[in-house]
């Protein structure tokens, strides 16, 4: 089973910016759609981006479009999520899941642990 490893989040302002990372070391991520997702206490697990294999293909949630950015560098066997004009309603953990396919399908196998991510002034 692929482990992944979230890093990158912490404390910021609102209107602030991180870049989350999601990496193994083990096998490569290149055959892999990743996703991101989110989960605020008290709530729901929240789908928020998926990159394709390749990077070509990116969706987004509409709480993060033309905030967040996802991208991947499959020769470091890593993917990114660019976060931008960061709100408190943004605060949540954020993990990093892969997909059974190559594209994004909705079915996620792999999941990190987790990284915290905190907007407040």
């Known amino acids: 089973q692929l482990q992944l490893v979230e890093s990158g989040g912490g404390l910021v302002q609102p209107g602030g910016s991180l870049r989350l990372s999601c990496a193994t070391s083990?096998?490569?991520?290149?055959?892999?759609?990743i996703g991101w997702f989110r989960q605020a206490p008290g709530k729901e697990r929240e789908g928020i981006s998926c990159?394709?294999?390749?990077?070509?293909?990116?969706n987004y949630a509409d709480s993060v479009k033309g905030r967040f950015t996802i991208s991947r560098d499959n020769a470091k066997n890593t993917v990114y999520l660019q976060m931008n004009s960061l709100k408190p309603e943004d605060t949540a953990v954020y993990y990093c899941?892969?997909?059974?396919?190559?594209?994004?399908?909705?079915?996620?196998?792999?999941w990190g642990q987790g990284t915290q991510v905190t907007i407040s002034s």
């Open positions: 990159i394709d294999s390749s990077g070509a293909s990116t």
């Open positions: 083990a096998l490569t991520l290149d055959y892999y759609a």
């Open positions: 899941a892969a997909d059974y396919h190559h594209f994004c399908s909705g079915t996620f196998g792999s």
